[in-house]
């Protein structure tokens, strides 16, 4: 299995709903990431696990919460959310070195309304 | 502050070589060159990195020039499907999030789109 696997693909969600977004790989990846992509924009990184323990939170608004259950998942979880969080959110994983590159999820596309 | 420059944008006639520039003059020694490339709607995909020494795969190939101060993607033979926007990125890899190694961090990256 060399895929990264996001669900939902499509969400959409009000301003005072809790939801979350799942990512699981089983390439036996110890590092995996968030990110978080507007339209004609760049990815930019939110949170990076390494060993299941968040080594990098790039300053992002606590509403959103990551969490890393095992090595296999990850899941964001959303709370509070406005409607300038929408974007694509893309999952990805790599070997904790680095190297051999990251490989992505195809995202979940949410729309907060 | 960003580590790589590249054009905004590029066209390649389908069939030919597509050659990407990539400017990254404060490159330090122990930073690698990694090529990403997103499809319109998909997640970004890997395509190729290097650290100095010439490097080609099955998608395409990677040139670094001696100086290590700009490198050049090639895709031999573009197809429509290479149409996507393709990333630059310079980082340190290989020791372990936890000693030094930096995740990947995206720049505006090239629009390349192949015409029929």
């Known amino acids: 299995d060399t895929e990264v696997t996001q669900t939902p693909k499509h969400l959409v969600m009000g301003m005072t709903n809790k939801k979350s977004l799942k990512c699981e790989q089983h390439?036996?990846?110890?590092?995996m990431y968030w990110y978080k992509q507007k339209a004609k924009k760049p990815p930019e990184l939110m949170f990076v696990?390494?060993?299941?323990?968040?080594?990098i939170n790039e300053s992002v608004p606590s509403r959103f919460s990551p969490e890393c259950p095992n090595s296999s998942l990850l899941n964001l979880h959303l709370h509070a959310l406005q409607p300038e969080d929408s974007a694509l959110y893309l999952c990805a994983s790599s070997q904790e070195s680095g190297q051999g590159g990251y490989t992505f999820g195809s995202g979940t596309r949410l729309t907060v309304v | 502050d960003a580590k790589t420059t590249q054009p905004p944008s590029m066209d390649c006639a389908e069939g030919r070589a597509a050659n990407l520039p990539c400017n990254h003059s404060t490159i330090s020694g122990n930073e690698y060159v990694y090529w990403y490339r997103q499809i319109h709607s998909q997640g970004p995909q890997y395509i190729i990195h290097?650290?100095?020494n010439n490097e080609t795969n099955e998608m395409a190939s990677l040139i670094i020039t001696e100086d290590r101060k700009s490198s050049t993607l090639i895709l031999p033979h573009a197809t429509l499907r290479d149409t996507a926007v393709y990333y630059c990125?310079?980082?340190?890899?290989?020791?372990?999030?936890?000693?030094?190694?930096?995740?990947?961090?995206f720049g505006k990256g090239t629009r390349l789109s192949v015409i029929a």
């Open positions: 696990y390494s060993y299941e323990k968040l080594s």
């Open positions: 290097g650290l100095k």
């Open positions: 390439m036996g990846h110890r590092a």
């Open positions: 990125i310079v980082r340190v890899t290989g020791g372990g999030l936890l000693r030094g190694n930096t995740p990947l961090v």
